[in-house]
């Protein structure tokens, strides 16, 4: 199997390759991104600069290196979307298109693309499983909808394996967030760690689901090598934790005993979380392929500080 993988610079992209090319082989897993800074400093060849929206690139790469499935992480997240929504229209809606029609034109044998908890809206009920309410107030959310639908709909109608995991807020220390909302359980461990303050863009008591990069990686895995005939929706919800801002400053002050926290909410964002549920419910990818998280907020807190603080204050 020869993967190409878009959107290969980013927070995901970056953990992900290396646990692509360890299993399928670094021959076997192309990356590309439009960020060429990081793609010729981060990744080893074989690695091709692709804008996602140029429909002629993406076909150069396919028949290039003779593709069979594409793991579509190009994209603008929902903080940055809302500052920009003709990108995140061009990248996220245009982009999607593009690889979908290049997937069924070349007939390749799966596109993987990542959802995420922005598809819920205000009008979601509670801890929604995979089939809910599904009304966001966000251009982000509203794209992985559309792509959620469209999936589906080539699946249907053309026979290609669209699938995918309905990712919550992802935390990791390798490579820093991308302007999501979550992106503040990432950005107070580096304060944490380096000023031993931080200001959270969102109120105490803001709860958010969440998930450790450890577990997003298996979780690719997994559902990449689920038998299709397992698979009962194509977009699947995963969860790692749920925490509140107030219990994540209360889990890292256990171990950085000086740590101070201040909350200023910032309204865009602010509203951004609001709108999203606290919880999902994974009892279909449990059920389905044997999904099981490993990494709660404590066994989280301390891997994240150790490799944080290795990382940063080596430098
Ligand atoms: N990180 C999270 O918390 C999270 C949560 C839910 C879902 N997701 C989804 O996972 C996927 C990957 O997210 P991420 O956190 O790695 O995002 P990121 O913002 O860190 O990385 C996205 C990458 O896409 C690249 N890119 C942007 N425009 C492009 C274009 N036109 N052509 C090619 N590349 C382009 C960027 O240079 C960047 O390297 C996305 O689909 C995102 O919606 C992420």
Redesign the pocket.
Known sequence: MKFLV??A?????SELVPVLRQRYGRYNVVV????TT?LMTVFDEPSVK????IRKEIENVIEAYDIDVIIH?????SARGEENPSLAWR?NVE?LYNILEIAREYDLDMVF????IAVYGPETPDNPGDIAIMRPKTLYGIS?VLTELLGEYYYMKYGLDVRGLR????ISWKAK????T?DYAVEAFYHAILRREYVFWVRPDTRLPMIYMPDVLKAFIQLIEADDNKLTVRFYNVQGMSFSAKELEEAIRKYIPDFKAYYKPDPLRQKIADSWPKTIDDTRARRDWGWRPEWDLEKMTVDMIENLSKMLLKQ
């Open positions: 878009t959107g610079c980013g927070q995901i992209g590309s991104d439009i960020d990081r692709a804008d996602v929206t992480l190009a994209a603008i997240l990248v982009g693309i990542p959802s995420s992985k990712l919550p807020g992802v967030p991308g302007g999501g979550t």
